[in-house]
């Protein structure tokens, strides 16, 4: 069965620095999706992506956060310059279309410890 | 604004036996879709059962069932014969069916779940 894949599986950074973490959704997927999970606690929508574009953001998505797809497979999420509450399970998603019952099919995660 | 909210924080249960975990919603919608995931140790997401809520009928998978409740906005879960392999943390998660919503999933807070042998 395809799977969302995920790299790394655990980044450690300096505060200040610019960290990117990368996601290659399944193939025939056209919504991608980050989520970010703070250890113990809920797991919190971050960023919509369909059709080159951002659909929806949330709060938490400021300025400091971007979303790229480079190259028609990957699907990346920057953090410019991360502080220590960036520390935290970030998950990409995928799912083929929006609106359906389908489920979002999650990667493994990348646990990123801002130090 | 959809919120979900799970009451129970920690729940417990013996091999074998029955456990129910408690999801309440608030929407204004008529029609979405309702889940509920299982997070093991690995922190991996995984599906466990999904809901429409056009649908009356409850959905089940296996040892797994859900109390659907639209007029009440809640979904429970049931695990029937617990195994010590369904110890995780389970997020039940709701997503509307409006194409410009992008079907994020909102997640509530999470149960944690305990199986004793």
């Known amino acids: 069965e395809p799977e969302v894949t995920q790299t790394p599986s655990h980044q450690v950074t300096q505060m200040g620095q610019e960290v990117i973490l990368r996601c290659v959704p399944i193939?025939?997927?056209?919504?991608f999706y980050w989520y970010r999970q703070i250890l113990g606690q809920k797991v919190e929508f971050l960023v919509s992506f369909y059709n080159n574009e951002i659909s929806e953001k949330s709060e938490i998505f400021d300025d400091q956060f971007s979303v790229e797809r480079p190259d028609g497979s990957n699907f990346t999420l920057k953090i410019r310059s991360t502080k220590l509450e960036d520390s935290a399970m970030y998950f990409c998603?995928?799912?083929?279309?929006?609106?359906?019952?389908?489920?979002?099919?999650f990667g493994n995660g990348t646990r990123l410890t801002v130090t | 604004a959809q919120t979900v909210t799970q009451s129970q924080p920690e729940m417990s249960v013996q091999e074998a036996e029955t456990v129910t975990l408690s999801c309440t919603y608030d929407?204004?919608?008529?029609?979405?879709?309702l889940f509920w995931y299982k997070q093991p140790p690995s922190r991996q997401m995984i599906l466990v059962i999904r809901q429409e809520a056009y649908k009356q009928q409850n959905a089940t998978e296996n040892r797994f069932s859900v109390n659907f409740q639209k007029a009440a906005k809640s979904f429970s879960l049931k695990i029937s014969d617990s195994q010590l392999g369904d110890a995780a943390m389970y997020f039940c998660a709701y997503r509307s069916v409006i194409y410009n919503q992008g079907g994020k999933l909102i997640f509530g807070q999470g149960t944690e779940l305990s199986v004793k042998p």
């Open positions: 929407t204004s919608e008529s029609d979405y879709y």
């Open positions: 998603a995928s799912i083929e279309t929006g609106g359906s019952g389908s489920p979002l099919h």
């Open positions: 193939s025939n997927h056209l919504y």
